[in-house]
T-cell receptor, first 114, second 111 residues
Framework: DTGVSQDPRHKITKRGQNVTFRCDPI?????LYWYRQTLGQGPEFLTY????????KSRLLSDRFSAERPKGSFSTLEIQRTEQGDSAMYLC????????????FGDGTRLSIL | SQELEQSPQSLIVQEGKNLTINCTSS?????LYWYKQKYGEGLIFLMM?????EEKSHEKITAKLDEKKQQSSLHITASQPSHAGIYLC???????????FGGGTRLMVKP
């Protein structure tokens, strides 16, 4: 299967711990996106990369959040000093560059903060 | 910022019935995407609409974008239990690099 892959699928951690999620996009896609989805809501944009460059960051992305895509392939999203409000599904998507290319999503990482 | 409102928020239909989900934007749409999501899973791309008046179909699902490009509808004909899930509309910004989503419509199809 060559879809978007996210790891882990589930993460349970104590408040105050750091967590890191990984996303492997569809191989030929040079754009990679991170979204956050809370229960009963639509996904909210966090940030996106074109190749290795992080070109857009939402105001939702506090200084405790950092995302990287060092070689323009896989990406990591790290949350430091997790808080209860960070509990959510973190979704990764990828697309080709260009006008209105559809974003293809992974199955997400569900984060639960105890 | 752009906001998308979906209606209804939830829907229960009998198998075989038709249904329509609406998505209304606060601003002109540059591109409108429809996705389906099953609980706890990622989003599955259904269709993308770009031009005013455009209509696309995939199997028993038809999506339309109105002429003014501020409203879209998703119509399912002869619904089946496999159609159950959360339907999300998403609007791309003018730079084409981020999606703003509606709150979703939760569809249940009773056999």
């Amino acid at each position: 299967d060559t879809g978007v892959s996210q790891d882990p699928r589930h993460k349970i951690t104590k408040r105050g711990q750091n967590v890191t999620f990984r996303c492997d996009p569809i191989s030929e896609h040079n754009r990679l996106y991170w979204y956050r989805q809370t229960l009963g809501q639509g996904p909210e944009f966090l940030t996106y990369f074109q190749n290795e460059a992080q070109l857009e960051k939402s105001r939702l992305l506090s200084d405790r959040f950092s995302a990287e895509r060092p070689k323009g392939s896989f990406s990591t999203l790290e949350i430091q000093r997790t808080e209860q409000g960070d509990s959510a599904m973190y979704l990764c998507a990828s697309s080709l560059q260009g006008g209105n290319q559809p974003q293809h999503f992974g199955d997400g990482t569900r984060l639960s903060i105890l | 910022s752009q906001e998308l409102e979906q209606s209804p928020q939830s829907l229960i239909v009998q198998e075989g019935k038709n249904l329509t989900i609406n998505c209304t934007s606060s601003k002109t749409l540059y591109g409108l995407y429809w996705y389906k999501q099953k609980y706890g899973e990622g989003l599955i791309f259904l269709m993308m609409l770009q031009k005013g008046g455009e209509e696309k179909s995939h199997e028993k699902i038809t999506a339309k974008l109105d002429e003014k490009k501020q409203q879209s509808s998703l119509h399912i004909t002869a619904s089946q239990p496999s159609h159950a899930g959360i339907y999300l509309c998403g609007a791309v910004n003018n730079a084409g690099n981020m999606l703003t989503f509606g709150g979703g419509t939760r569809l249940m199809v009773k056999p």
